[in-house]
């Protein structure tokens, strides 16, 4: 009974602590979206989710509340309230910052390395686990319980 | 067979080795795509006096530097503005985000290496520029393209490696 009421209290502080550490993003993601519809919130949320804060460089905008970040978010919200497309805000915040800017950046020969990189991983994943199963073999118990 | 359980080993320590690579290169500055583009407009001047020396520096060789009263780094590279300002290079000062009195007071006490100050409150031009953190200093060439983009603080390297070579450049044909 009380081992139970303890696992209880245990995840009760998890969960807590959970919260809190979700607590800044869910305030930052409140910011900046006033006057917007829903639909244009929406894609306002998706735009500064891809857009990436330059000061703070593993952060996206919609996260980060460096000045520049808030300056962006401004600019995406401005020019969805002037009725610019995704396609038009994401060229606009290229043509200044570069690729950098963009989370998921373009497919083109610049980055065709880039996007091919998981593929080719996996590919060189699955010959060396090729070669060293026909190496091993069927019957070759030894090697299993040595990897073990 | 023993020799396999090296292999995870090895190649964490080759993680480790790369992660470590990776961590020294801190230069944050970013390729801009600003580069061989034409230089994005400035904010207007104040007053005619200032409007007639912007005018003067279209056709020139000039660097434009963002900077702000409250920036630390801008402090120290500050020496280095005025010395090239004293050779003779035109620098157009845009205050970023700054109040115009602590502009003016940082410039009285510390000296005014621009030819021309201009005011970017809000920093909305800075924002065309690409600017992402003063200071920024761009040098832009006779033919009003964005010849090169250096982030934080001017220093020996930059003068050296960049500037002077690119100011030589630019004289070389025309003399």
Redesign the interface.
């Given at each position: 009974m009380s081992g139970a009421g303890k696992g209880v209290a245990m995840r009760r502080l998890w969960l807590s602590v959970l919260c809190v550490m979700m607590l800044p993003g869910a305030l930052l993601a409140a910011i900046g979206d006033e006057g917007l519809s829903a639909e244009q919130r929406q894609r306002f949320h998706q735009l500064t989710t891809e857009l990436r804060c330059?000061?703070c460089?593993n952060q996206s905008i919609a996260e980060s509340n460096a000045?520049?970040a808030l300056?962006?978010k401004r600019?995406v919200r401005q020019q969805i309230l002037e009725g610019r497309s995704d396609d038009a805000i994401r060229t606009y915040m290229?043509?200044?910052?570069?690729?950098?800017v963009l989370y998921k950046p373009a497919v083109e020969p610049k980055t065709y390395l880039l996007w091919a990189s998981p593929a080719l991983l996996l590919l060189i994943a699955l010959f060396i686990l090729a070669r060293r199963l026909r190496r091993a073999g069927p019957e070759d118990d030894?090697?299993d319980e040595?990897?073990s | 067979?023993?020799a396999?359980?090296w292999i995870p080993l090895l190649a964490l320590g080759a993680l480790v080795v790369l992660l470590y690579a990776g961590m020294q290169d801190m230069d944050?500055a970013?390729?801009?795509?600003?580069i061989g583009k034409a230089a994005p407009s400035l904010p207007v001047p104040e007053n005619s006096e200032a409007a007639a020396v912007l005018n003067a520096a279209q056709g020139q060789p000039r660097l434009v530097n963002f900077w702000a009263s409250w920036c630390q780094p801008c402090l120290a590279e500050h020496p280095e503005l005025m010395a090239l300002a004293e050779r003779g290079v035109t620098i157009i000062g845009v205050n970023y985000?700054d109040e115009a009195s602590a502009a003016a007071r940082w410039l009285d006490r510390h000296g005014n290496p621009f030819a021309v100050v201009l005011r970017d409150p809000e920093?909305a031009f800075a924002?065309?520029?690409?600017v992402?953190?003063v200071p920024e200093t761009y040098l832009i060439g006779p033919d009003d393209t964005v010849l090169h983009k250096k982030v934080g603080p001017v220093d020996d390297a930059y003068l050296r490696d960049e500037l002077q070579p690119r100011l030589s450049a630019l004289k070389g044909p025309a003399s």
């Open positions: 330059l000061v460089q000045d520049l300056d962006l600019q290229r043509e200044r910052y570069g690729d950098f030894e090697a040595e990897l | 067979m023993r396999h359980i944050r970013l390729p801009s795509p600003m985000k920093g924002i065309d520029w690409g992402y953190g």
